[in-house]
């Protein structure tokens, strides 16, 4: 109500408040490398827009006479007790988005800000310990692109779970990078002199592979790091990862009911649905259609996270009545930190919750199991 009373006032939001503004404006604020890299998505982002897309043909039945003054979004997932579903998903290279480069550790300011979790990408331009650090009391995901070299990787791991993240979130589709066109010219390519690899330029494993540091020679770093890059796992290295943690691992990129299943049974603690918001595989169905399916053949055995196409709270309550227990926000979140770094991303994670919480207040859907029992509704339109 005090947005109404400050439009009858004649006063203008700063921010936008709906994905299409946020989308416009970040367009005109980022540089076109940084934007293309943001945005850019395979082949022809046929994938990637059908994960929005897809979103139009679910849609939820308001119930009346239910009485939803309070709201109850909270739940409790890997130890973390959480006031809202949401989570921000991994994004790499997070740091162009933001003038000083720091734009992962603006992405863990919002997240102390707000208790919406940041799951931390391997690729950051600060180090996995200053991205938690940053988070505040806010609890963390730490995601991990397997290295080739299985030091490297347990010292990865090891680090994250020093440094206090909740789960390691294991992301299986990119062990290869897709087909970008955006990011095949070269020249667009945002110029990164080798910032985003402060993961690897500050482990221990990784410098004993090199015969000298990055600081003398960050060619030969670069080299090995991309000869010690992107690990292929198959259901027999389930047992390795699950040896390197006592934390919890999610294998993120499960799109198929029977890999779900086969995770469970190799001993995965969460199954996250994602296509990587389009930027792996062209020509795949929208993630959303992916969800209900993986969720009952999970059977609440584990939690499911979700990913790829959320835009607004309508979104996330949708992913949630198809079975998310937690609904990740990726590409919006970038706009936000383009936007105005820590406070701009703040702004968006806000935005989102607020939508969501009222469309639970108008649909008659006092909590999240009221969401699950409410499911979401197919239509052909
Ligand atoms: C990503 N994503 C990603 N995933 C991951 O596991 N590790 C990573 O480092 C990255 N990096 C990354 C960079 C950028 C610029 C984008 C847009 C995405 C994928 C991300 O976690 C998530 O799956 C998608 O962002 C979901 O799609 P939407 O909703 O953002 O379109």
């Given at each position: 109500n005090a947005i109404y009373y400050a439009g009858l006032s004649g006063m203008q939001p700063t921010w936008p408040v709906d994905y299409a503004t946020l989308k416009t404006r970040a367009e005109a604020a980022m540089p076109p490398s940084v934007l293309n890299y943001v945005q850019g998505g395979c082949g022809d982002e046929w994938t990637q827009d059908e994960?929005?897309?897809a979103f139009r043909h679910w849609g939820m039945v308001p119930r009346m006479m239910v009485d939803c003054t309070q709201r109850d979004l909270s739940t409790q997932t890997f130890g973390m007790s959480l006031a809202s579903p949401l989570f921000m998903a991994p994004i790499g290279v997070t740091g162009i988005c933001t003038q000083d480069g720091h734009g992962d550790l603006a992405a863990a300011r919002a997240s102390a800000a707000t208790g919406v979790p940041l799951t931390a990408s391997t690729l950051s331009n600060d180090t996995l310990e200053d991205v938690h650090a940053a988070c505040g009391d806010t609890p963390a995901m730490f995601q991990?692109?397997?290295?080739?070299?299985k030091d490297v990787a347990a010292s990865l791991v090891s680090r994250a779970e020093a440094a206090g993240y909740k789960a390691i979130v294991v992301t299986l589709d990119t062990w290869v990078t897709g087909w970008r066109p955006r990011d095949l010219n070269v020249s667009n390519f945002p110029q990164l002199r080798g910032h985003v690899l402060q993961n690897y330029f500050s482990d221990p494993a990784f410098r004993r592979l090199l015969a000298k540091p990055p600081e003398e020679d960050l060619r030969a770093a670069i080299g090995t790091w991309g000869a010690t890059f992107g690990k292929v796992l198959t259901w027999d290295d389930m047992a390795w990862l699950k040896s390197l943690t006592a934390l919890p691992i999610v294998l993120k990129g499960i799109c198929h009911p029977?890999?779900?299943?086969?995770?469970?049974?190799t001993g995965a603690d969460g199954i996250y649905v994602s296509n990587h918001g389009g930027r792996q595989a062209n020509g795949?169905?929208?993630?959303?259609d992916m969800?209900?399916?993986v969720a009952d053949a999970v059977a609440g055995r584990v939690p499911v996270?979700?990913?790829s196409g959320i835009r607004s709270g309508t979104d996330v309550i949708k992913a949630v009545a198809l079975g998310a227990d937690l609904v990740?926000?990726?590409r919006p979140y970038s706009y936000g930190l383009a936007?105005?770094?820590?406070d701009g991303c703040a702004h968006v994670l806000r935005s989102i919750l607020a939508e969501a919480d009222l469309l639970m207040a108008v649909n008659g859907l006092p909590d999240l199991n009221a969401v699950r029992a409410a499911g979401a509704t197919r239509t052909d339109r």
């Open positions: 994960n929005a897309r991990l692109y397997t290295p080739r070299d029977n890999d779900a299943r086969r995770a469970i049974d795949g169905i929208a993630a959303i969800l209900a399916p996270l979700f990913d990740g926000v990726g936007l105005g770094g820590a």
